[in-house]
């Protein structure tokens, strides 16, 4: 089925593309695992094994097969958009979200634009829009999870909005922006304090990635099987 810019079986065109391994042919024999967000999901910046994705990715692998499907600049509308896409065609039966921040959105003309919070198409939107919108999004997630009997995860890249998901399978408290630098006293003996970023100088870089993971897998790795 299409509909305008939305599909159940074609993931939306990509300049950038989508960091996962072909899906045609689609191998079988084991559960697909859809992972979505934005540029930090995708990993600009970075190798093709030093992003949070690529660690996770390491995790039961015997069973389950991720897929990357973050996407440069997306914001929830477009996540959501990608997931639809992806429901004959990767047939999830887990769904990772890593939403972004929730003053973007997706802009449908003749060719889907990407919006930023500071795009002059958002000047009369507010915090209150924002809250809405994204909880739009969360509720269509939510719906495809039910309707299609799959599982889903949540974490946020730079800001989190878990207060406002409650009850839902959130990774509280840590976002990819602030899981570094930390503090351990059983494993430092000075505070880390210089700066991570990636080889763009602008994301966040390697040990934001591999930390995040690893807080996302102590959570979450008995539930992803």
């Known amino acids: 089925m299409k509909f305008g810019h939305y599909s159940d079986r074609g993931l939306p065109e990509s300049e950038a593309g989508y960091r996962c391994p072909s899906w045609d042919p689609m191998p079988t024999g084991k559960k697909n695992v859809v992972v979505l967000g934005c540029s930090h999901t995708y990993g600009i910046g970075h190798q093709d094994d030093t992003h949070w994705v690529a660690h996770l990715s390491k995790h039961n692998t015997e069973r389950l097969r991720y897929w990357n499907l973050g996407q440069p600049g997306a914001s929830a509308d477009k996540i959501v958009r990608i997931l639809h896409g992806a429901q004959k065609l990767l047939d999830p039966k887990i769904i990772i979200v890593c ?31 924002d809250k809405n919108n994204f909880l739009k999004n969360v509720y269509f997630l939510e719906k495809f999870r039910e309707e299609n009997r799959c599982e889903t995860f949540h974490c946020f890249a730079d800001e989190s909005y878990q207060d406002h998901i409650k009850g839902l ?9 602030n899981c570094w630098p930390y503090w351990d006293k059983f494993e430092q003996r000075v505070p880390y304090d210089k700066p991570s970023l990636a080889s763009d100088n602008e994301h966040y870089g390697v040990e934001h990635h591999e930390r995040f993971a690893k807080l996302f897998l102590e959570k979450f790795h008995r539930k992803l099987r």
């Open 99 to 129: 939403w972004p921040l929730w003053s973007r959105r997706e802009r449908l003309e003749a060719e889907p634009r990407s919006l930023t919070g500071n795009d002059e198409h958002l000047k009369i939107e507010t915090d209150e829009t």
């Open 169 to 177: 399978k959130v990774l509280e408290d840590y976002t990819i922006k």
